[in-house]
């Protein structure tokens, strides 16, 4: 099988150890707040009991920000997708420490789960913040930020509908704003890289990029009202 062959996945699996509270916090709490995946729709309004804002965090790592905004914004509905466990682990810890009523989880690739489970302009906003950004050039193929995953992503958005990635690596950060200009469904709120939003928390992940001197870096683009065909 050649290159071009292979399924686009959004990950790549890692020996991680779990810990015995996260491994705890995965047997007694997913079964509450996880969604299992299934190659069909998600009703979202049933998943979270309500209708709401909804927002998506592809690769949510130890889950801080998924905790802070959903904390800070008990009015919108978030919906965590990572696949490593000490993640889910800590994510559901976090849940139930701060007592979120708000947050769903899927241990699942996120390519699948957009694909299959998430439908066309269902979702209000989507959060990609510090991927892997897989420095060397002969590992570049794995990033997350490819074009057919953000084409993907843009059509669950709703128009108007917001895509905001963070990254603390330079020329990844380059990377993305070709991909997600070059994409159709979407328009830069700015003319290149936005000033960082006070919406989204800084965390402990962050703060140590930059106190080492790195340059953290927002894209904040919009789906279009209409699509190009359409116009």
Aim: net charge neutral.
């Amino acid at each position: 099988m050649d290159g071009a062959a292979r399924p686009i996945r959004s990950f790549v699996l890692r020996t991680s150890r779990t810990s015995n509270a996260q491994r705890r916090a995965v047997d007694t709490l997913l079964p509450q707040f996880g969604v299992s995946y299934a190659p069909a729709p998600l009703d979202l309004d049933a998943t979270f009991g309500r209708s709401a804002l909804r927002i998506v965090e592809i690769g949510f790592g130890m889950g801080e920000s998924t905790a802070l905004l959903a904390g800070r914004h008990p009015e919108n509905d978030y919906l965590g997708i990572e696949v490593h466990t000490p993640g889910v682990g800590n994510l559901l810890k976090l849940i139930d420490a701060e007592h979120l009523t708000n947050v769903r989880l899927i241990q699942h690739d996120a390519v699948e789960v957009f694909t299959h489970m998430l439908p066309e302009g269902s979702l209000d906003g989507v959060h990609v913040f510090f991927p892997d950004p897989w420095p060397k050039k002969r590992h570049h193929k794995r990033r997350l930020i490819q074009p057919p995953l953000v084409a993907l992503v843009a059509s669950r958005l709703k128009p108007g509908g917001y895509l905001h990635l963070a990254t603390d690596w330079v020329e990844y950060a380059d990377q993305m704003l070709a991909v997600l200009t070059a994409e159709p469904l979407l328009r830069n709120t700015t003319s290149a890289f936005a000033p960082r939003p006070d919406s989204r928390p800084q965390t402990k992940f962050e703060s140590r990029g930059l106190k080492l001197g790195h340059e953290v870096r927002d894209l904040l683009f919009v789906r279009e009202e209409k699509s190009a065909a359409d116009r």
